[in-house]
């Protein structure tokens, strides 16, 4: 049964930065895609940042670039995503997401596994 589990988010200072963790179970965390979404009130889910099943290259959003890198521990069946440089409109609830039949992508209906997300907001 695939399963992801979503921690790390929490309140944080503009500027500061976070790591979220999602820990999987079912599947081996490199043999599947691994994509980072969030969802703030009122708009709709936005692909963050995904990590390839072929190569582990990895793809960002325009909004995030330069400020959040995404990668995998197989050791811990962990994907990670590091948040740097946080701000205010940085503030959502963040998920996970995988699916066996792509390498990577960043449009939430490719995606038919999902955790249940850890919000994060940014604030002072």
């Known amino acids: 049964q695939v399963q992801l589990v979503e921690s790390g988010g929490g309140l944080v200072q503009p500027g500061g930065s976070l790591r979220l963790s999602c820990t999987v179970s079912?599947?081996?965390?490199?043999?599947?895609?691994i994509g980072w979404f969030r969802q703030a009130p009122g708009k709709e889910r936005e692909g963050v940042s995904c990590?390839?099943?072929?190569?582990?290259?990895?793809y960002y959003a325009d909004s995030v670039k330069g400020r959040f890198t995404i990668s995998r521990d197989s050791a811990n069946d962990t994907a990670y995503l590091q948040m740097n440089s946080l701000k205010a409109e940085d503030t959502a609830a963040y998920y996970c997401?995988?699916?066996?039949?792509?390498?990577?992508?960043?449009?939430?209906?490719?995606?038919?596994?999902w955790g249940q997300g850890t919000q994060v907001t940014v604030s002072s």
């Open positions: 990590i390839s099943s072929e190569d582990g290259s990895t």
């Open positions: 997401a995988t699916d066996a039949l792509i390498s990577c992508g960043l449009r939430a209906g490719e995606y038919d596994y």
């Open positions: 079912g599947f081996a965390v490199d043999f599947y895609a």
